[in-house]
């Protein structure tokens, strides 16, 4: 990469996302960067940490002449609370120092239900995270071991409420829908749990059954039915009722919240925003580059010992590629897309697909109606072409 490659853009904040490679357990259906201790035999989380440190001061070296500080951090996984507190906030610490913060700047941590106390939570508040995301995904017990989750239907619940009386005024639940099994009685009943938490944000994710996964061969060999995909949509808009009656707004497909509690951190993602990404596997993307980290934790560790870039790779983006993830990730969001950020010949479908209501165009703004974010994928590929 040559000198002057990670020239700030103007108009783009900056971001830094901490990921944390470790779990307690897997989870079946879960293919993410992540490793239980088991898997990781001779490294401990302090030594993840101690690498860390030192990929945020090679961050702090190459962004020497950058001039801004950080909008938002976002520490996710895998599962961030298997490292103490102390750990995550010493990391926090050091991206203030090198960096500074801005005034208000959201800070936020993944963690699991069961990982966390009263205790914990308090001494996450007074390290500086000011936001939670917490992976509940079902209030139901059956669904939750078809999930091989480790927590109770009414952990994530009980957290929740914990965390608002240490001081998160932002808390977020995750739940997937479309487990193996998983009725419109049970997911019903997972979103009124999760309303019942007052969560200032809610993300709901359509459970996708990725390759090589053990739930994927549980499926395969008929030790799990394979998901109802007829119930999809009717449970997306269940969600949309349910979310929306209760005042969360959607703002990208997945993804509600109250007004102002937006995901700062994901909107940097979907604006296309400068972030860099610390730890194995992590992916960056800094004015016209994008680069990504080697995968495995230990490997990371040994680079980052030798005070070595982990990066494994990188790519110029090129603009086409660039204008591609700028109307699929934007026409997502709730805000949508500018006509003009689209050509003519993108512009072209439009009129077919609101004849059929799947978009609407509000002034020179184009966005999806509800039935357009049951198909988003396939709108997005009609306007590419
Ligand atoms: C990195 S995980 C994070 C949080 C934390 N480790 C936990 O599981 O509680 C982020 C979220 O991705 C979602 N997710 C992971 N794998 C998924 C899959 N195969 N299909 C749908 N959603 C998935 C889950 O809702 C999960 O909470
Ligand atoms: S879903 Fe969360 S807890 Fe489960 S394996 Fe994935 S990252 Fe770990």
Redesign the pocket.
Known sequence: MGPGALTAVPGRVLSFYVHVPF?ASR?G????N?YAPAQLPGMSVRDYVQAAHREIDQAARALSGDGRTVSTVFF?????TMAADDELGGLLAHLRESFGLVPAAEITT????ETLDERRLENLRAAGFNRL?????SGDEQVLATLE?RHSPGRAVQVASWAHRAGFDNVSL???YGAPGETMGQWRASLEAALGAAPEHV?A??????EG?A?ARRIQHGRLPAPDEDLEADKYLLAESLLGGAGLVNYEISNWALPGREAAHNMAYWRGDDWWGIGPGAHSHIGVVRWWNVKHPRRYAAMLAEDVSPRAGHEILDEAIGHEETVMLRLRLREGLGLDELTGAERAPLAGLVGRGLVEITGERVRLTLAGRLFGDAVTREVLG
């Open positions: 779990c989870c259906y879960c293919d993410f992540t996710g996984g895998g599962t961030p993944e963690a699991n239900p995301s917490l992976g509940m995904q989750r995750d739940l997937i993300s994710y359509g459970l996708i059954v990725e996964t739930m």
